[in-house]
Nanobody, 117 residues
Framework: QVRLVESGGGLVQPGGSLRLTCVAS????????LGWFRQAPGKNRERVALISWAGGLLPYLDSVKGRFTISRDNANRNIIYLQMNNLEPEDTATYYC?????????WGQGTQVTVSS
C-alpha cells in the first residue's frame, strides 16, 4: 500500500520561504502522479501543483504561480518537493501530499504551514 509522508512545514513570516518534502513508499507507484494540495480552515481542499508519472507538470494554482515550484528528486522519483517563496498570509493552510492514478487518490497526513508576522 502506498504511503506518503510530508515534512517541512512551520511558521514563517510574510515574504519568507519554506520547502516541503514528500516521500512515497510502500507499494508500486507506477502510473502515479505526485503533487501537493492545501486546505485552509473553512475552505475546500485545492490542488497547488502536481507532477505526472511521465514528468509533466499540471498547471499551478493561480495564486501561487511564480512563487511556488514543484520538483522531483533527481535520484529518487518517489520524492517530491514544493519550494515556496515570497509566502503570504493567504498561503496559511495544511499542505497534503497526494498520489493520484486514475480516479484513485492516496493522501499524506498533512503538514501545517503558517504565514504570520
Amino acid at each position: 500500500q502506498v504511503r506518503l509522508v510530508e515534512s517541512g512545514g512551520g511558521l514563517v513570516q510574510p515574504g519568507g520561504s519554506l520547502r516541503l518534502t514528500c516521500v512515497a513508499s510502500g507499494g508500486s507507484l507506477t502510473g502515479y502522479g505526485l503533487g501537493w494540495f492545501r486546505q485552509a480552515p473553512g475552505k475546500n481542499r485545492e490542488r497547488v501543483a502536481l507532477i505526472s508519472w511521465a514528468g509533466g507538470l499540471l498547471p499551478y494554482l493561480d495564486s501561487v504561480k511564480g512563487r511556488f515550484t514543484i520538483s522531483r528528486d533527481n535520484a529518487n522519483r518517489n520524492i517530491i518537493y514544493l519550494q515556496m517563496n515570497n509566502l503570504e498570509p493567504e498561503d496559511t493552510a495544511t499542505y497534503y501530499c497526494a498520489g493520484q492514478v486514475g480516479s484513485y487518490t492516496v493522501w499524506g497526513q498533512g503538514t501545517q504551514v503558517t504565514v504570520s508576522s
